[in-house]
């Protein structure tokens, strides 16, 4: 079954006929839908589908037969018996959720309030059914009109095809692209949250996965991680415990670290340090001191693994983050540590540790002896791809390439080596908002990240030119709204397979 797009309507966006979608299949004959990452629902879209196939139920039908049996199933539309009784009229409601999350959702309605390129509007999907779909102009964005449908009709029993017209009344404006909500409005959801006595956490993460505004995600990052408590009350006494910890553990183990048995883990953390990113940053002295100690402490705090290589890349994205509301903006590179006073630094260091600590804890197994955890993700991205894009699986194969030698690091390193920062900060978010983010999600994420690149993988001619390209991944340009395009697909990737666990175990 293939669907007509306006014109007006980006070709990117994940959308689908509505009785295709595994939730709400047969409901709605005159619309598609997007999955909403912000409150994890279906967003239907008032565009028009092409009928089903011959012999398949009408779209009146199984739309009326569906809502019968379970008028929940689309919040988003109703149809009501005609007065002549001939069909139903479809009376397609955009909900208040719908608009409150308009801008939360930047995949569908753009990033932070922004309006998407003109040449984004530009693809329409065409259909390949010699079925017309005769419809008057569409609407413009924001409008609220009528418009008629007429479908080819099909009975149950598949005979006598007839013309029905579907009245389509939008009754509410439709929120489009070219029309996101405020990013004013989308700051007051999340201050209206973190102003409560106690902060409702489910309803934080429904916000934060489509993007944390700047000016508050260094309290939301701590929030989501359990670092800080959902009680406001309780606040102050948790960040001074914690502070005065982890300030004891420095005193206590940092002046051995010129010991024999430490002397090796110190050179690898010195070292590892040098390759983080951004280089500014990691150039000033300061930013060397602070690492060092935080992971030293966490070495010899944490003897099961220790410290192992990529754990410094883990920490950078809170630092940053941490950092930001002191210099006024989140650019990494244009941050001067020695601008801030030592005990704003000796705050900014404790609380950095303490959220690396606890997103470590979450996939401790990746850094466990012979890596459990890696090996189980690489074979699991490795099936998972399998299914999606055989042919991408039989291409690395063909050359001899194997999962470890490239995502190896992906998984290591949450892909901090791949993307710029503030892709990754915004990746982050929706990793935080999720319970497992960091594991699940980013298989999933990976998933739809090599899915990306794959015509120019398989369009590589041998060993040699594969690896280049699988290691060093064009994404250098990349800005916080690919990733958004990313997530979309991680999550629509999830949406399909969570179900399905045998993909997620090792054949």
């Not at 005159?30 to 196939?53: E, M, Q």
């Not at 959720?97 to 329409?124: H, K, R």
């Not at 993007?211 to 800080?228: F, I, M």
């Not at 978010?429 to 999600?441: C, K, P, Q, R, V």
Request: charged share 20%; proline share 8%.
């Amino acid at each position: 079954m293939d669907f007509m797009m306006p014109t007006h309507v980006s070709s990117s966006v994940p959308l689908q006929p509505f009785w295709r979608s595994p939730m709400v299949a047969g409901c709605h004959p005159g619309a598609v839908t997007a999955l909403s990452r912000t409150d994890k629902r279906l967003i239907c879209k008032n565009f028009l589908p092409r009928t089903p196939s011959s012999g398949c139920m009408s779209p009146i039908r199984t739309a009326s037969q569906a809502f019968k049996r379970d008028p929940s199933l689309n919040p988003f539309a109703r149809f009501t018996p005609r007065p002549d009784g001939r069909g139903f009229t479809c009376t397609a409601e955009e909900p208040v959720a719908m608009q409150q999350n308009a801008a939360e959702d930047p995949v569908i309605y753009g990033m932070n309030g922004e309006t998407p390129p003109a040449s984004s509007f530009q693809e329409p999907i065409q259909s390949t059914q010699s079925d017309a779909v005769s419809t008057n102009t569409p609407l413009k964005n924001g409008s609220s009109s009528a418009r008629s449908v007429t479908v080819n009709d099909t009975f149950d029993n598949g005979v006598s095809p007839v013309r029905t017209a579907i009245s389509l009344e939008l009754s509410t404006p439709i929120r489009t692209l070219q029309d996101p909500a405020p990013s004013q409005e989308r700051m007051g959801k999340f201050l209206a949250v973190l102003k409560c006595p106690t902060v409702n956490l489910e309803h934080l993460r429904s916000l934060s996965w489509s993007g944390v505004p700047a000016d508050v995600r260094p309290t939301v990052w701590r929030l989501l991680s359990g670092y800080l408590p959902a009680n406001s009350d309780r606040r102050p006494a948790t960040l001074a415990r914690r502070r005065s910890e982890y300030r004891v553990s420095v005193d206590q183990h940092y002046p051995r670290r010129f010991d024999p048995s430490h002397e090796q883990m110190l050179h690898q953390i010195q070292v590892d340090i040098l390759r983080s990113t951004p280089t500014s940053l990691f150039a000033q002295p300061l930013t060397k001191q602070m690492f060092e100690r935080m992971l030293f402490i966490f070495h010899v705090r944490h003897p099961g693994s220790g410290y192992v290589q990529g754990m410094n890349d883990l920490a950078v994205p809170f630092f940053t983050v941490f950092l930001s509301p002191y210099f006024g903006h989140d650019n990494a590179d244009q941050m001067v540590l020695a601008d801030l006073d030592a005990a704003t630094l000796a705050e900014i260091e404790a609380d950095c540790y303490w959220c690396t600590s606890i997103l470590i804890d979450k996939i401790q197994d990746y850094f466990t002896a012979d890596r459990p955890g890696l090996q189980r993700q690489l074979a699991a991205l490795r099936d998972l791809i399998g299914r999606i894009d055989a042919p991408l699986n039989d291409h690395l194969d063909s050359f001899g390439v194997t999962y470890i030698q490239f995502a190896f690091r992906w998984m290591n390193c949450l892909l901090m080596r791949e993307l710029p920062l503030p892709p990754i900060v915004r990746l982050w978010d929706a990793y935080l908002a999720e319970d497992d983010g960091f594991s699940t999600l980013h298989l999933y994420t990976c998933a739809a990240l090599l899915k990306s690149f794959s015509a120019q993988i398989k369009a590589t001619a041998d060993m040699s030119e594969t690896m280049i390209f699988v290691l060093n991944l064009p994404t250098h340009t990349w800005t916080p709204r690919d990733v958004a395009v990313l997530l979309a697909e991680a999550y629509r990737l999830k949406f399909t397979f969570a179900d399905a666990h045998s993909h997620l175990a090792p054949q």
